[in-house]
């Protein structure tokens, strides 16, 4: 059901267009991804910040000493969709809801 609702948060969240950047090198650099369109870029050795989804990778080399930090609040992204997944709820609690003895789940974020 759409009552006009998710279309205008959808309007608003997007807060304008993503900045592209396009054919850059970053190497062992630390940097937020939030509010940009990435093209063609590589990173290697940095540590990549997000705390929303208005990014985008387009074919963009992420090396294995990359590393991503997650924010907060994004994390609870992350938690709902695992709700259901059993391996993760047991073996990577950090990435799973809390579960409730009455089969309910918890997800509750940091607002900062």
Known sequence: MDNGLTTSLTDIA???TLQTVQGLWYNKTDISI??????????DS?????????FELFNCFLSQDTSIIYGPELIKVV?????????????F????????ADGTISIIGTHQ
């Open 93 to 100: 609690p950090v990435f799973a809801p809390a579960k409730n």
């Open 34 to 43: 939030d509010g940009y369109k990435f093209s063609n870029c590589r990173f």
């Open 46 to 54: 940095c540590r990549i910040f997000v705390n929303t989804t208005r």
């Open 14 to 16: 997007g807060f304008g």
């Open 79 to 91: 938690k709902l969709w695992n709700s259901r997944n059993e391996l993760i709820i047991r073996d």
